[in-house]
Structures are given as C-alpha cells and as structure tokens.
C-alpha cells in the first residue's frame, strides 16, 4: 500500500514544491486547491501518482472528499497545509475607517480554520493507519509565518491567523500523542512565491536585501527540503521551526 500526502495550495508556491519534492520521495499526493485549472494543468505534468482534488480547505466536505481520494490510493501519512492567504489592512485606516471585520474573519477562516479543518480530518483517517517502523501513524505539518511573531502594520488579520496556526501545534501534537500522529509546523520569511513575484524588480530586490543571511528570497524547494526532514524524523513533534535567514520584521 503506498505512503500518500495530502496537500493544500498545492498548485502553485510552496505547496508545489511540496508536491514536487515528495514525489521524488516516493509518496503519491493528492493535491488541492481553488484554483481547478491551474491544478489541472500542473498536475497533468506530475505523473500517475499525482492527483488533483479541487478543494476549498474551509469546507468539511471537500476535504472530506479529498481525505477519501487519499485514502483510496494508500496509507494517508502526512498532511501539508499551504493554502494561505494576506491581504493587508490597518485596524483604522489613513481616512479614519475601521478594519473590514469581514476580511478579517475571511483571512483567520481561510489560514487557521482551513488548516485545522484539514487537521483534524487528515487525523481521522490516520488514526486507524498501521504504525510504521517508528510506531508512528501519520504527521500533519502547517504554514505559519513569520509574521506570527513579529507581524508589521497592516497585518493585526495576518499575523493572528498564523500566530494561531503556531499556537495550536503543541496542543494537537499533545492532543494527537496517545494516537502516534505527529503536529509539527513551518514558519517561513519571505519566499519567492507567486505573491511576490508579481512585485516589481525594485521591490523585490529590497525584500532580499532585508534578509540578513542569505541576503535573497527563500526558494520554495528549501521549504519542501523541511517537509521532507520533518516526515523522516520521528522524535520531532510540537514544534515551530523559523525558516527565514535570520529576518525579524520591522514595523513597516
């Protein structure tokens, strides 16, 4: 029975170089994400072990249907949360109007929600698996930021959606301990990811000067190369490990 991985956001960014990176690894992953033909189209690339699921990561029942698909191929052993979301801003604007509460809650619902939805459904199907040679059953890995921990102007929705996504990996891998599934969590600096691509040269090359060491963007197979550390180590569990070239954000 193969080894499969659940994958959100996996049609672009880091969830692609997820796909990607455990593909090579020998797992079959099913990747989801809004956007069809995107996923359609990489995935369509990718190979017999590959398989794109349309998903919205808020809805029970899309992932449910995703946690099936999974599960039809193998042994579902590792979810990967990257679907994520930033829109930014500020708690009262430069005109004197408050926050939209609607994108708040928009941007909590897709970042933390969406990855606890995801959670606790991967786990589900996880806890009947066979323990592997580690007497392990599965590992579920999320996408903080860090702006979880030093979150600029204009992020209060951003940074509290992935300060929750760290803040809820200790208790689900306590949670989850009696079960042998793992929690385990990534927060990345800034990546050149579809988001930052779009930003003009100047801008770009600002950002990757701000980072100390290596002074550039981080590439998206360095997240993935993580992943892949985190799924093969076993006594790592309820942790939230920085991937970000030394960066503390500034206020602005």
């Known amino acids: 029975m193969p080894d499969v991985a659940l994958v959100t956001g996996a049609a672009s960014g880091l969830g692609l170089a997820t796909t990607r990176r455990l593909l090579d690894e020998g797992w079959s992953v099913v990747g989801i994400d809004l956007n069809e033909e995107a996923g359609q189209a990489v995935f369509g690339t990718l190979g017999e072990r590959a398989t794109f699921v349309r998903a919205d990561v808020t809805s029970p029942e899309d992932v449910e249907a995703a946690v099936a698909a999974a599960t039809a191929i193998g042994r579902l052993g590792a979810a990967v949360c990257c679907a994520g979301v930033g829109w930014p801003g500020r708690v009262v604007g430069k005109d004197g109007t408050a926050h939209d509460l609607g994108l708040f809650s928009k941007i909590v619902q897709i970042n933390l929600v969406g990855t606890f939805n995801v959670y ?6 996880m806890v009947s698996n066979a323990p592997d040679a580690n007497g392990q059953r599965g590992v579920l890995i999320g996408t903080a930021s860090v702006a979880a921990f030093d979150g600029q102007i204009g992020q209060a929705a951003y940074a509290a959606s992935k300060g929750g996504v760290h803040g809820m990996t200790l208790p689900i891998a306590r949670d989850l301990a009696s079960k042998r599934v793992r929690c385990l969590c990534i927060a ?4 050149d990811t579809p988001m930052v691509a779009g930003l003009p040269d100047k801008v770009r090359e600002s950002l990757a000067a701000s980072i100390p060491n290596p002074s550039r963007l981080g590439d998206p197979a360095e997240y993935a190369s993580l992943v892949a550390f985190m799924l093969a180590s076993p006594y790592l569990n ?3 490990i920085r991937l970000d070239g030394s960066i503390r954000m500034a206020p602005r």
Do not use: D, S, V
């Open 188 to 191: 990345p600096g800034i990546f």
């Open 120 to 125: 606790r459904l991967a786990a589900a199907a």
């Open 238 to 240: 309820g942790e939230t």
